[in-house]
C-alpha cells in the first residue's frame, strides 16, 4: 500500500539527512527518515568491542565548527581535547611540535625539534596569525589551489611539507599528495587555531545519536533500505512504498537511486584503521603521532584512551592507527606492528589486535574549484558533504540547506 505519510522523505540517517530533517522539522514540516542500517550516522560510528569503543575509522571533532557548534550540545557530548601538536617520527626518533601559542613551556623543544626549520615555524605562527584575521567568506574569495602549492607559495621549504603537513593534513585529507583544496586546507588550519580536536567521551558515534534523539519516534526507520525511487514514491526492501512531496538523498551514492542524474560518480578518498589494546600508553598524553617520513603504510597513531579515557577498560590503553587507503589483510597486523616497534620500542610486541575497519568512502575528494553537483529536478534534492566542504561541518551545512532550499519551495510556489 502506497501513503502520503510525511511532507519529506530523507534517504539516509548520516549527519547531512538528520541536519535536514531537524531544520525540517523545526520549521513546521514532518519528514521520513529511511536508513538502512540500525543506528543512524552513516560513516560517524562508533562500535563497543571487549570493553573498548572503537570509532569507525579515525575521526575527531573540532570544537570550532560554527554551524555544528551551535546546532549541537557540546557540553552533553562531553568533548575531550588533543594536546594543540604532535609527535613525528623522523630520524628514528619521535620529536614534539606544539603550538607555542597555547603551550610556550614547549617553545625550545618545539623550535629545535628536526621537523622543518626555524623559518618554517615562524611561518606557521604568520599563517596562524593571518587564519586568526580571516572571516570563512575571506577564504571562499581567495585563489584556489592545491594544498601543496599553496604550502610552497607561502614560502614552506620542501623539508617542513614533507616532514609535517603530508602526515598531519594526509590524516585529514586522507591523501599526503595534498591534491585537495587549498580553501579547506585554510579552513580546517583556521580551526584548529581557533580551538580543539575533540572526542566525545563516550565516542564519535554519540554526535549522530544527540541528533537522533531530537526527532519524533516515528520520523526515523531503521532496517529500511530503499531499493528504488519512481518518482516522488519511494520503495523499501521489504515492500513497502512510501510518498512525499520532496524526497532527500543523503546518501554517498545518489546515482545508485538516481541513475539517469547528469553528473559523474563521487570519487572517494579511502582508509584503513585498526585497532590496538595494550597494557600502557606508548605516549602517555593526549596528542597524535605522525609519520614524518616517506617510508611505511602507517600515517598516523592515536591513543584515544589517553584523550578519552573511557574508550578503554581500566587499566588497558585503546590505540587506533591509521592507513591512507585500503590494504590486503593478510599479514596486515603484522606489518603494521613491525613498523612502530621502530616508534615504540619493543612494547607493542605486547599489544593486542582488536579489529580492522576498512573505509572505501571515508571522504569525498575535494579539488581546487571543484563545483558541487548541481541539484537535480523536483522532486528530488541532494545533500552531504559532497555538496559543501569534506567534514562533519560540511555535512552539517549541506542538510541544513537542503531543508532551507525546500522549504523557500515551499514559500515561493
Known sequence: MTSKINDVIIIGAGLAGLSCGLELLKNGLRPLVLEKADRPGGRVATDEYEGFLLDRGFQVFLDAYPVSGELLDLEALQLRAFEPGAKVYLLDELYRVMDIFRRPKHFLSSAFAPVGNLFDKALVARLRLQMGKSELEDINDREDMTTVEYLRRFGFSERMVDDFFRSFYGGIFLERELRTSSRMFEFTFKMFAKGSATLPAKGMGEIPKQLAS?????????????????????????????????????????????????????????????????????????????????????????????????????????????????????????????????????????????????????????????????????????????MNSASIEGSIVSGQNTARRILEGLTNS
Not at 589483510?329 to 580492522?356: H, I, N, P, Y
Not at 575497519?357 to 537535480?376: F, G, N
Open 214 to 386: 531530537r526527532f519524533p519516534e516515528d520520523c526515523i526507520q531503521y532496517h529500511s533500505r530503499v531499493s528504488s525511487i519512481n518518482g516522488n514514491t519511494v520503495k523499501i526492501a521489504t515492500g513497502e512504498t512510501y510518498t512525499a512531496e520532496h524526497v532527500v538523498i543523503a546518501a554517498p551514492s545518489p546515482k545508485s537511486f538516481l541513475p539517469d542524474l547528469k553528473y559523474p560518480e563521487i570519487e572517494w578518498r579511502s582508509v584503513t584503521n585498526l585497532y590496538f589494546a595494550a597494557p600502557q600508553s606508548p605516549l602517555n598524553e593526549p596528542l597524535l603521532a605522525l609519520n614524518g617520513t616517506s617510508e611505511g603504510i602507517v600515517n598516523n597513531v592515536a591513543v584515544v584512551s589517553d584523550v578519552a579515557p573511557a574508550y578503554a577498560p581500566e587499566g588497558q590503553s585503546l590505540i587506533s592507527v591509521s592507513l591512507l587507503g585500503l590494504y590486503p589483510q593478510r599479514d596486515l597486523v603484522d606489518r603494521v606492528k613491525s613498523e612502530l616497534k621502530e616508534w615504540f620500542g619493543e612494547e607493542v610486541a605486547q599489544w593486542k589486535f582488536l579489529r580492522t575497519y576498512e573505509i572505501p568512502k571515508a571522504l569525498p575528494v575535494q579539488r581546487p574549484d571543484d563545483i558541487p553537483p548541481p541539484q537535480p529536478d523536483a522532486p528530488y534534492h541532494l545533500c552531504g558533504d559532497f
